[in-house]
C-alpha cells in the first residue's frame, strides 16, 4: 500500500508540473501588411462629368460609354454606396468657388432636380417673350412638348377612364353603345 502511495504521489506531482490544458503557444502574428489598392477612378473631374449629363438627363449606360473611364458596374456600386466625392462650384454672380463633399447619389438627384427648375424656368420666359411678341400659343405648345417628354410622370398628358360597373349581365346593345363611347373618346 506504501508502494501505492508513493506512485499516486509521484503521479499528481507530475500532473502539478504539466500545464493543464495543452494548447500550443501562438506566435505572435507578423503587423498586417496594409493592401496595396489601386487609386478610385471616381475623381473630382469624373464626378463633375456625369453631373453634367445627369442634368441633361444621360442615361448612366450612356454617360459610362461617354466618359469611357467608368464602368456601368462602378457608376451602379458607388451610386448604390452613395459614394463621397469632393468637388467644386462656382456659386452666385461672383462665380465664387465653394469645394463640398457630396454622395453621388445625392449629386444626381440634385442636379435632375435643377434640370426640372431650369426648364421651368425657361418655361416662364417664354411666356413672357410670347406675351409680348403675341405668339403665346407657339412658345407654350414647344415647351409643353419638350416637359411631357423629359418628365412624363409629372408633366405627360393623362386620360380618365370611367369604369363602368354593372350588377347585371350586359345586353349587346349595352355593349355596343359603351364601344362607342369608349372609341369617340380615343379616337379625337
Known amino acids: 500500500m506504501a508502494k501505492r502511495k508513493a506512485k499516486t504521489k509521484k503521479a499528481k506531482a507530475k500532473k502539478a508540473a504539466k500545464p493543464k490544458s495543452k ?6 502574428k507578423p503587423p498586417a501588411k496594409e493592401k496595396a489598392t489601386r487609386p478610385s477612378t471616381l475623381t473630382p473631374q469624373v464626378a463633375m462629368q456625369c453631373a453634367q449629363m445627369w442634368r441633361l438627363k444621360i442615361s448612366d449606360i450612356e454617360i459610362c460609354d461617354i466618359i469611357g473611364t467608368i464602368t456601368k458596374p462602378q457608376l451602379e456600386g458607388w451610386l448604390k454606396r452613395n459614394t463621397k466625392v469632393k468637388i467644386t462650384l462656382l456659386v452666385g454672380e461672383k462665380k465664387t468657388p465653394v469645394t463640398e463633399e457630396i454622395g ?5 438627384t440634385r442636379e435632375r432636380a435643377r434640370l426640372k427648375r431650369d426648364y421651368l424656368q425657361k418655361l416662364d420666359d417664354i411666356i413672357d417673350a410670347a406675351r409680348k411678341a403675341g405668339r ?19 408633366f405627360g398628358s393623362r386620360q380618365a377612364l370611367d369604369i363602368i360597373l354593372a350588377e347585371t349581365a350586359m345586353t349587346d346593345d349595352e355593349a355596343e353603345a359603351i364601344r362607342k363611347e369608349l372609341k369617340s373618346r380615343f379616337s379625337g
Request: proline letters at 3%; aromatic letters at 10%.
Open 23 to 28: 494548447k500550443k503557444k501562438q506566435k505572435a
Open 104 to 108: 453621388l447619389r445625392l449629386l444626381r
Open 136 to 154: 403665346f400659343k407657339a412658345a407654350i405648345t414647344a415647351i409643353a412638348f419638350i416637359l411631357e417628354r423629359r418628365f412624363p410622370k409629372e
